[in-house]
């Protein structure tokens, strides 16, 4: 209550110096949109799309990749936001960049002045500290509590003034932009209810059964109503406007409202798009293409298609165990390099984008995703398609001639034999598995590929131990961002997605291994962009001489809108992880 | 009577005590838990999904957990379903409501259907209309309701481009249903649901028909029919309230499963016309391995059949005047 009125005070004085110029908007930058400010029109509807019900409103509990609170309330309310011209970051609830001190940890940041919550509250520095708080409690859970801790020590965030801040990092850190940009939710809701009730205070908040009204947002859209299972409807936050313009000085977002509608899976979303219900959709696959071109040409839908925009944010790939003191033989196989080029050299990438994407993909050879362009490195070793080159390297193992079935043995009479899994279920990685599994027989390789339950598979892959129990999987990965495109969970020594490599004690066995754990912290905390590319080269560099996991192909990104939308970005500025548009510029023609 | 209900009720505790370690050990079986698809995030740190253990209670020994469970159940807590942080009753509340909507719509479509017909195959046995009828509703029988519902829709989505009516199909509600009067909303829901309905109730009408006209065959040539009838009692209240009432009473000993189905929902339907029902949700729950919320719908429809049938067992004391509790 205090610090509220406290605030207000605070609030009319900063109305009172700031009354004869108002603090300068963010303008939203004209090369961000395709089409010219001017012919923006405002007004109407957007219609988008969620598969499977949203879970909650409150932004602390909230898990999902696409929630109302982190995708729509919050996604437009962070101190900095990324640029997709050129990747970097520029001050968007800040007033300015960072003064930036005590050798790249600190950070001082100015907040812009005169924002508002949609109901009206001034946005201040209590409104991150509070947040930080949140989000920093293991007890509530929350899905951003790793991003405030670098190597297991925290950050800690601190309000200098009403409209100042001080972020100290344990170490200077290539993500501080990204994590300093976290939404700030209103003190006067979640604060209260924190120092009143604790963790469970704030998790009792903003269920579905909210009143929509209770609902304050500091973004672009506030919640306007939800029913369970249908829709959620939101409305443009006014106040939001106030600091954000397009280029001709008129205030965002230009829609009045976006409807999401909630269909049970991509078919129907497919059909609703098709019958001109949706706005949007991402279509997934050569069927999906001709769908939509099918109704565009016949006059039924006007839309813009737009295949193969960009590689997907994906990868699929096979892992082989290290830890199998069960079975030297195999142990020794999988930890063999020349062994894993071969398997790498077996894979038939070409036959895999044909066959299983529908010639919509392209083979992969790093853990980066293609679409991260800037650290993907020509130089790195390639073990591609040469069942000749694969029958030599398994040659100089011993293994020179095939049996009486036609499968490779070595001197000992060992079989070259291997069981392969994938989630069943997953058609994409089932075609994989078998086109790997047949391309493997022709140099004679028994792969025994046997689709399995996901939970099981995953279970399996994330055991730890001196024999782990598998031989080999075939999987996916997906998320991750352009500023430091490697996983802290897979690529150190002992953590969970270590797949190949994971004993009790969760050391390292190579020296590839420890190099690589070493240059992805140095990448991570090295603050400078072009540095920070170097050393995601020389470990991707490490990383492909080593083959530690086979990477196969990666998946396409498409775009699909109708053309009633008018503000999607330039052509050249969609792919896989910037999208295809923003919202808060998007308008109905 | 009361004392009959009463030995009911102590021979349910056994009952609904075997059925909750049933309930748990099942869905315990099932291999991973819900922080399996969190392991696989590249992101994710150790400490983090500890925390998310610990919160959901993952980490405490399997009886343990049963235990909690079983204390928190019967003072009316059913647990925090993990994908909505939220108690499993507020979560699943509004779905059961819209389940019962669409249940009730069923109902009343189904007796409105099937109890004319099934009086009418008895009366009029034989004739073209009894075969026709059966014929075709034991067609519909042989489809299993999804099956029907997919072909409904393809229908009136042919009929919808033929004439530019606009039939709802999918879903409970049109958009912009925030804005329309009382009135209107009760309107633009009934259109939701009665073709859903429609298909549920004409699925399944064949049984309940076929067991009816049975029922009144038998009860038709009855002594106490012909004494009726020789009384001079006009036609009409021979057959609806001598016969019919008769015949009925082995269904209202069938009431007791109705209750039950009042929250469970109408299953695959739902799915198949995207309605936001209780069903998508609970296969949301399972794919989710959403712990408590599985369990809470595998206790609560038993409990509704328990009390269900001492409903039944109550309306057949007063419907069967042979029926006596003493």
Not at chain 1, 448 to 453: L, S
Not at chain 2, 102 to 116: D, G, H, K, N, T
Not at chain 2, 245 to 254: D, E, H, K, Q, S
Request: aromatic share 12%; hydrophobic share 45%; charged share 15%.
């Amino acid at each position: 209550m205090k610090t509220r009125t406290m605030k207000s005070v605070l609030v009319l004085a900063a109305a009172l110096s700031l009354s004869s110029s108002l603090a300068a908007p963010f303008v939203w930058p004209a090369a961000w949109s395709a089409d010219p400010a001017s012919s923006a029109k405002k007004g109407g509807n957007y219609n988008n799309f969620t598969i499977s019900d949203y879970k909650t409103i409150n932004p602390f509990t909230s898990a999902e990749a696409d929630s109302i609170p982190g995708t729509w309330l919050g996604g437009t309310a962070g101190l900095f936001q990324q640029d997709p011209t050129n990747d970097g970051f520029v001050p968007f609830m800040a007033e300015s960049m960072p003064v930036v001190s005590n050798s790249g940890k600190r950070f001082v940041v100015k907040i812009r002045q005169g924002m508002k919550f949609s109901d009206g509250q001034a946005i201040t520095a209590d409104d991150w500290v509070t947040t930080f708080k949140i989000h920093t409690d293991d007890k509530v859970g929350s899905n951003s509590y790793d991003s405030f801790f670098i190597n297991d020590k925290p950050i800690t965030v601190k309000k200098i003034n009403e409209y100042t801040l001080q972020f100290d990092f344990p170490q200077s850190s290539a993500t501080a932009y990204p994590t300093m940009s976290y939404t700030p939710w209103p003190d006067h809701v979640f604060g209260k209810a924190y120092s009143a009730g604790g963790a469970e205070g704030v998790k009792k908040l903003w269920g579905l059964n909210v009143n929509p009204s209770e609902v304050v947002s500091p973004g672009a859209w506030t919640l306007q109503s939800y029913s369970a299972g249908q829709r959620a409807v939101l409305k443009r936050n006014t106040y939001w406007g106030e600091w954000n313009k397009d280029s001709a000085g008129a205030a965002l977002p230009y829609l009045d409202t976006v409807t999401l509608k909630i269909v049970k899976d991509q078919n129907a979303a497919l059909a609703s798009y098709l019958a001109g219900e949706l706005d949007v959709y991402a279509p997934r696959n050569a069927d999906d293409l001709a769908q939509i071109t099918k109704a565009n040409s016949s006059g039924s839908l006007k839309s813009t298609l737009l295949p193969n925009v960009s590689p997907a944010a994906t990868s699929q790939w096979i892992t082989f165990n290290w830890n199998k003191a069960d079975s030297p033989f195999k142990q020794k196989l999988f930890r063999d390099v020349r062994f894993r080029r071969a398997m790498s050299m077996i894979a038939n990438r070409d036959a895999m984008v044909q066959l299983a994407l529908g010639g919509l993909g392209v083979p992969t050879y790093y853990s980066v995703y293609p679409v991260f362009k800037n650290y993907i490195s020509d130089s790195a070793p390639k073990y591609p398609y040469n069942l000749a080159g694969a029958s030599a390297l398994l040659a100089q193992l011993g293994f020179t001639k095939k049996g009486s079935d036609g499968y490779l043995v070595n001197a000992q009479g060992q079989k070259l034999e291997f069981t392969m899994s994938t989630n069943s279920g997953n058609t994409v990685r089932e075609q994989l598995g078998r086109i790997f599994a047949d391309e493997a027989k022709k140099v004679g390789v028994k792969v025994n590929f046997t689709p399995i339950d996901f939970n099981v598979l995953v279970g399996q892959l994330t055991a730890k131990g001196e024999s782990r129990p598998f031989d080999a999987i075939l999987l996916g990965l997906s998320g991750g961002d352009n500023i430091w495109p490697f996983g802290v969970n897979v690529v150190p020594c002992g953590t969970n997605l270590h797949s190949y490599n994971n004993p009790t004690k969760g050391g390292c066995l190579t020296s590839q291994e420890q190099l690589m754990t070493k240059l992805f912290y140095q990448g991570d905390s090295t603050v400078d962009q072009a540095a920070r590319q170097k050393i995601g080269i020389q470990l991707l560099n490490t990383e492909a001489a080593l083959q530690p996991v086979i990477f196969l192909v990666g998946g396409s990104y498409h775009v699909a809108y109708n053309n009633r939308l008018g503000g999607q970005y330039p052509r050249n500025l969609m792919d896989s992880y910037y999208g295809s548009r923003n919202v808060v510029t998007t308008f109905i023609k | 009577m009361v004392t009959f209900l009463f030995r009911r009720l102590l021979n349910l505790i056994p009952t609904f005590f075997l059925a909750t370690v049933l309930v748990f050990v099942v869905i315990q079986l099932a291999p991973g838990d819900f922080l399996t698809p969190a392991r696989l995030n590249p992101g994710i740190s150790a400490q983090q999904l500890q925390n998310l253990a610990d919160s959901f209670g993952l980490n405490k020994p399997f009886v343990e957990q049963y235990f909690q469970w079983l204390w928190n159940m019967l003072h009316g807590n059913m647990g925090l379903s993990f994908s909505y942080t939220q108690p499993v009753l507020d979560v699943a509340w509004p779905r059961v409501l819209n389940s019962m909507k669409l249940v009730l719509v069923y109902l009343v479509l189904f007796y409105a259907i099937s109890v004319p017909l099934g009086v009418y195959g008895a009366v009029k046995q034989y004739s073209l209309g009894d075969r026709i009828s059966g014929v075709f509703f034991y067609f519909l029988l042989g489809f299993p309701s999804f099956f029907i519902a997919l072909l409904t829709i393809f229908g009136v989505l042919k009929l919808r481009q033929a004439t530019g009516w606009n039939i709802p199909i999918i879903g409970m509600t049109s958009d912009g249903y925030d804005q329309l009067s009382l009135l209107g909303k009760f309107w633009d829901t009934l259109k939701h649901l009665i073709i859903p309905g429609l298909v549920l109730a004409l699925g399944s009408v064949a049984g309940f028909t076929r067991v009816l006209r049975g029922q009144m065959l038998e009860n038709l040539r009855s002594d106490y029919i012909r004494t009726a009838r020789s009384k001079g009692v006009p036609e009409f209240s021979v057959i609806y309230k001598h016969t019919l009432r008769n015949a009925m009473i082995p269904f209202v000993a069938g009431i007791g499963g109705l209750l039950p189905g009042l929250i469970t929902g109408a299953g695959f339907v739902e799915v198949v016309f995207a309605y936001p029902g209780i069903t998508p949700m609970l296969l949301d729950a399972l794919g989710a391995q959403d712990f408590y919320l599985i369990a809470a719908f595998a206790i609560l429809p038993m409990i509704f059949l328990f009390l269900g049938n001492a409903i039944s067992d109550i309306l057949l004391a007063v419907v069967d005047p042979r029926i006596r509790f003493n």
